[in-house]
């Protein structure tokens, strides 16, 4: 089963989440190109070896073409572990059906164009954060982007010289 993950045949059950946001607190959310309507922030699993901050930069880039580490990338302290929806476990190995998710922040000085992968994604958007919680479909998505006005003040004030 190790190799099969390693072999990239199977996707590892750890991932991160990665909010994208404003200190006007727009958050930008992406739509699934699988599933046209479920929108959702920048989302990845983790490549074997990978640390959970490597993802995040790696992610940010494919889905969006933003380079993370020019902004203010985050760690949120956080993880969750949710249920894998039935029509994604065909990805991980026989068996597997929890995945764990390491949130982060990344926190830009204003809604930025983004790249998008089309394989990825369909469409973005930039929402106010209580808009962009009720429009995900990833129930721990809405919930990480709930938790974004009560982040410490430095984490939501405006960035300096960008």
Request: aromatic share 10%.
């Amino acid at each position: 089963m190790a190799d099969d993950v390693a072999s990239g045949r199977y996707k590892l059950p750890l991932s991160v989440l990665v909010v994208i946001y404003t200190p006007a607190l727009e958050v930008l959310l992406l739509e699934r190109a699988d599933h046209p309507g479920w929108w959702q922030s920048v989302t990845g699993s983790l490549h074997a070896g990978e640390t959970p901050w490597a993802a995040a930069v790696r992610e940010v880039a494919e889905e969006t073409g933003l380079d993370a580490l020019a902004y203010d990338l985050q760690d949120w302290g956080y993880s969750t572990q949710y249920e894998i929806f039935e029509c994604y476990r065909h990805r991980y190995a026989p068996g597997t059906t929890h995945n764990t998710e390491h949130v982060f922040g990344l926190r830009l000085p204003r809604p930025l164009p983004v790249r998008l992968n089309p394989r990825e994604h369909l469409a973005s958007r930039w929402l106010p954060w209580a808009e962009a919680a009720a429009a995900c479909f990833s129930p721990s998505n809405a919930e990480a982007i709930r938790r974004l006005p009560q982040r410490p003040p430095a984490a939501l004030a405006p960035l300096v010289g960008q």
